[in-house]
């Protein structure tokens, strides 16, 4: 049988920390999740980085008319007057409609003024 070198009541770093956690159990549970907290933000800025810069990678590399999706084919000249000259053809009927007055009775509740709701109003003295 082999004995080993260890004395009676010399602590190792293990023991002296599991010590330290029975007495202060933040160092168990705080600790670590401080750990997480931080080292996850960085981490999470990183991937937040490279997905921009792939982004952008990926964006500047596209000339101005695959960003557009359009080909010289596909393009249609802008010329106002043919523009003008084709909305005017169009057939827009907006010559025939009427005005009519709606009566201001025939919304209840409705008033223009304050005023005209007083006036107009039947007093319980005036209806006996």
Known sequence: MVFTNKSYGVATPADKFAQATKKRPV??????????????????????ATKYNVHDNRTKA???????KLSSKSRRKLDLQE????????DI??????IKRVDSQAAPG???SPTATAASA???ASSK
């Not at 523009?83 to 053809?89: D, G, I, K, P, S």
Request: proline residues 4%.
């Open 62 to 68: 596209l000339t101005k008319e695959e960003g557009l």
């Open 93 to 98: 009927d907006d010559d025939d409609w009427e």
């Open 110 to 112: 409705v008033t223009t």
């Open 27 to 48: 160092l168990y549970f705080g600790l670590p999740f401080l750990l997480t907290v931080v080292v996850g933000s960085f981490a999470l800025s990183e991937l937040t």
């Open 83 to 90: 523009e003008y000259w084709r909305l005017q053809a169009q």
């Open 122 to 124: 039947p007093t319980a």
